[in-house]
């Protein structure tokens, strides 16, 4: 399973775009970079998933260079409501050779203030 | 749709007791998970259960065993609960593709667990 290294956290301010960078530099080719999203005293949201280059959404940017060792969540114009921990996942992915272990790390912190 | 149900929401225990955390989905998902997360840390996995009749462990499975009762119910239980195992654990599931792109992972509301 590639392992993944994101910032504890990170701080902004309302109106601001975020980015959050991710680096997986074990990624295997047949792996996808997932994000999810939590808010305190509930479990994870998924928010975006991509393989290659560029994915949008109605929530955010998820930005993949070629190598793929690394991938960054772009979060337009945050709000406080934004204040939450961002995960990102590779690999162990269901669907491919029966269901894997998916794995979170320790996540990002985001804090936005007004 | 109620998605992911665990039950029960709260449960303070003694050391040494036994209980087991239920956990249904009713959107015809082959996978299912459980997860602890304590405080202020990320998520961690316990158990995983690729399809109906079988499970596999995870990060952290010691002091735990689970069930696959049938599709809809991934259960697990603490045989002997010990202060360490106080912790928010989470239920998820999601519906396995014949791709290689992940389900999305749908969680329920988590149950708090207290061990004293």
């Known amino acids: 399973l590639a392992k993944t290294t994101q910032p504890i956290s990170m701080d902004s301010y309302e109106g601001q775009e975020v980015n959050i960078t991710c680096s997986h530099n074990?990624?295997?080719?047949?792996?996808?970079i997932t994000w999810y999203q939590q808010f305190p005293s509930q479990g994870p949201r998924f928010i975006i998933q991509?393989?290659?280059t560029k994915v949008t959404n109605e929530v955010a940017s998820l930005f993949i260079p070629a190598d793929r060792k690394s991938s960054t969540l772009s979060l337009p114009r945050v709000s406080l409501s934004d204040t939450a921990v961002y995960y990102c996942l590779v690999g162990g992915y269901p669907g491919y050779s029966s269901a894997s272990k998916i794995i979170f790390g320790s996540g990002t912190r985001l804090s936005i203030r007004p | 749709n109620a998605g992911v149900t665990q039950t029960p929401k709260f449960q303070v225990l003694k050391t040494g007791q036994s209980m087991t955390l239920q956990c249904a989905q009713d959107m015809n998902h082959n996978s299912m998970y459980w997860y602890r997360q304590d405080p202020g840390m990320g998520l961690r996995l316990i158990y995983y259960?690729?399809?109906?009749?079988?499970?596999d462990k995870g990060e952290v499975p010691n002091g735990y065993n689970v069930s696959r009762l049938n599709k809809r119910e991934f259960s697990l239980r603490l045989e002997s609960a010990a202060p360490s195992q106080t912790s928010v654990y989470f239920c998820?599931?999601?519906?396995?593709?014949?791709?290689?792109?992940?389900?999305?992972?749908?969680f329920g509301e988590g149950s708090r667990l207290t061990v004293l």
């Open positions: 998820a599931s999601t519906k396995t593709s014949g791709g290689l792109k992940t389900g999305e992972l749908f």
């Open positions: 074990n990624i295997a080719t047949n792996d996808y």
């Open positions: 259960s690729a399809s109906e009749g079988t499970t």
């Open positions: 991509g393989y290659k």
